[in-house]
T-cell receptor
Framework: KQEVTQIPAALSVPEGENLVLNCSFT??????LQWFRQDPGKGLTSLLL?????REQTSGRLNASLDKSSGRSTLYIAASQPGDSATYLC???????????FGKGTMLLVSP | GAGVSQSPSNKVTEKGKDVELRCDPI?????LYWYRQSLGQGLEFLIY????????KSGLPSDRFSAERTGGSVSTLTIQRTQQEDSAVYLC?????????????FGPGTRLTVL
């Protein structure tokens, strides 16, 4: 059974810092990995989708990397802002399945 | 529509009552998913609909849970004889075709509280 772990569970940083969120998964036979953002009381917003054949994806201040063989992904946020405060979720899709397996998330607080 | 919508946004019910949660996917999306997010837990997959195929019900936690999708669009998740452990946020998502490359778009969720 695929398990997805996210470290740290919570992170508090001052505005302007660069930070890294970590995601690990136990079954490397994934089709893709996705990073989501969840704001309190809201649904999930897709940030980046990395296919298994890719090593990284970038969108603005966000960069996600994938090392499929070691079962790891990182989400790098550059020059953090208070508006980045949210819970960040990592999810993997196993080959042959259409559903996602999620980690429990990292709750990020960026202070002004 | 512009996005996935869910109703109600909040539902408080008494133990033993039945509840129905509704999801309106993005227009034209053939794949629809239900997930549950319990306090302190990650999102758990519940059920998946793809076009006219039989749904994947492998994530439903008990036979008190069921879902249907009428006309390939709107979906209703029904929980019978609710229990306190059913309290959670129920999220619906849709994707264009359900293929492995599709992004899933999530609704805002329904927060269910069972007293």
């Amino acid at each position: 059974k695929q398990e997805v772990t996210q470290i740290p569970a919570a992170l508090s940083v001052p505005e302007g810092e660069n930070l890294v969120l970590n995601c690990s998964f136990t079954d490397s036979a994934i089709y893709n990995l996705q990073w989501f953002r969840q704001d309190p009381g809201k649904g999930l917003t897709s940030l980046l989708l990395i296919q298994s054949s890719q090593r990284e994806q970038t969108s603005g201040r966000l960069n996600a990397s994938l090392d499929k063989s070691s079962g790891r992904s990182t989400l790098y946020i550059a020059a953090s802002q208070p508006g980045d405060s949210a819970t960040y979720l990592c999810a993997v899709r196993l080959s042959g399945y259409s559903t996602l397996t999620f980690g429990k998330g990292t709750m990020l607080l960026v202070s002004p | 529509g512009a996005g996935v919508s869910q109703s109600p946004s909040n539902k408080v019910t008494e133990k033993g009552k039945d509840v129905e949660l509704r999801c309106d996917p993005i227009s034209g999306h053939t794949a629809l998913y239900w997930y549950r997010q319990s306090l302190g837990q990650g999102l758990e997959f519940l059920i998946y609909f793809q076009g006219n195929s039989a749904p994947d019900k492998s994530g439903l936690p008990s036979d008190r849970f069921s879902a249907e999708r009428t006309g390939g669009s709107v979906s209703t998740l029904t929980i019978q004889r609710t229990q306190q452990e059913d309290s959670a946020v129920y999220l619906c998502a849709s994707s264009q075709s359900g293929s492995n490359t599709d992004t899933q778009y999530f609704g805002p969720g329904t927060r269910l509280t069972v007293l």
